[in-house]
């Protein structure tokens, strides 16, 4: 049987923010500005796997190699029950960003207005209580005894961020006045995402993944946007001579366990590689017409992604950034992955839409 609950003692969590700008009229009807933003998050709520087999290369070893539900059992901390999850107040986060903007008029009809952030922010565990992230510590390494070694980029953190927009009416007789035109732009960083392996160790238990090592730091992991198949190879493939990556264990092969591969904690870090960038203008155009004085009839028509720039998405979380560890004929361990590093899915291609109100 397994429960999940809270730690008793729980520190209460609380986040310190602070910010300080200037803005400054440059011309007339010309203003720009640049601030800092800054934030540090407090005792976050982590949900850690709390009885689980405790990280000991020694113990994980003999454990590994007994390869039973039995063996595992007998050495959590309390081995009368399964294993279960408990809700710690150990998280910690922080953000950085330089904003800059600026805006200008030109008369009532027009106006121009750009923002930009470069910005970074780092936890070691993203969104506990967010519908569109990972529940509680997805994805960390041994979270529970070394929640540290999981610090990293958020999830959601995206260094470069701009965003830039127009809007603009017409004047003139009844025939051409109140168009409106909304020009939109933006172009940003990819989010970063976890490269994890098979879990071989039992200390690595449930949703949390075990990592690799970073065998040649000097060797990047990115393959550039090359077209595989079906899909576009954006990591290094494993096949790769020059894959840097290696395995972590305690790893054993045959029916007499032969150890291959020793018990270890994997040298990459969390969220150290990032998805493709995006690129998008999105364009709306309408106009209102004054049909009486009570009524009045309003069409827009609305082009997302306008130019239908390919944005691609990262690799799948599931199959593509998950190394499988097997071993070959000759019983080393080798990356059994041909679909890593590939993405095989973009995002919305052009989308247009017409719409149509009347207002009484």
């Keep these: 049987t397994a429960y999940d609950g809270f ?6 969590p609380y986040a310190q923010e602070w910010n300080f700008g200037v803005q400054h009229l440059l011309a007339k009807e010309l203003i720009a500005e640049i601030n800092y933003v800054g934030s540090r998050g407090v005792h976050l709520a982590v949900n850690l796997p709390t009885n689980t087999v405790p990280y000991d290369p020694a113990l994980d070893t003999a454990v590994a190699r007994a390869n039973t539900t039995s063996a595992t059992q007998q050495v959590r901390p309390f081995p009368k029950i399964g294993s279960f999850n408990s809700l710690n107040m150990e998280g910690v986060s922080s953000y950085h960003a330089l904003q800059a903007g600026i805006r200008r ?3 009532d009809n027009l106006t121009f207005l750009a923002n930009y952030t470069f910005s970074k922010s780092i936890d070691d565990a993203t969104g506990t209580f967010a519908f569109s992230q990972p529940s509680g510590l997805n994805l960390g390494q041994f979270p529970n005894q070394f929640l540290s070694i999981n610090k990293g980029l958020s999830e959601f953190d995206r260094t470069h961020s701009l965003t830039a927009a127009l809007q603009f009416k017409t004047k003139g007789n009844r025939w051409v006045r109140n168009v409106e035109f909304y020009p939109i732009f933006m172009a940003r960083s ?13 200390a690595q238990t449930g949703t949390n993944q075990q990592r690799p090592n970073y065998l040649y730091p000097t060797v990047s992991l990115y393959a550039g946007m090359v077209p595989n198949g079906t899909g576009i190879q954006y990591l290094v493939p494993v096949s790769a001579p020059y894959f840097p990556l290696g395995p972590t264990g305690p790893f054993f092969i045959g029916s007499n366990r ?24 999105d364009l709306s155009v309408g ?3 004054d049909l009486t004085e009570k009524l009045k009839f309003t069409i827009r028509g609305e082009a997302y992604n306008a130019l239908n720039h390919t944005n691609f998405q990262a690799p799948s979380s599931t199959t593509s950034t998950f190394i499988t560890l097997n071993s070959n004929p000759g019983g080393q361990p080798f990356w059994n992955s041909p679909s890593f590093g590939l993405i095989t899915a973009a995002n919305q291609s052009r989308f247009l839409q017409l719409a149509a109100r009347f207002d009484f």
């Design 287 to 289: 106009r209102a017409f």
């Design 190 to 202: 990819g989010m970063p995402f976890y490269i994890g392996q098979t879990n071989a160790n039992p």
């Design 105 to 107: 008029q030109y008369g």
């Design 7 to 12: 730690t008793q003692a729980n520190p209460l």
């Design 258 to 281: 032969q150890q291959v591969l020793p018990a270890g904690i994997g040298n990459l870090g969390r969220n150290v590689v990032r998805g493709p960038g995006e690129f998008d203008l």
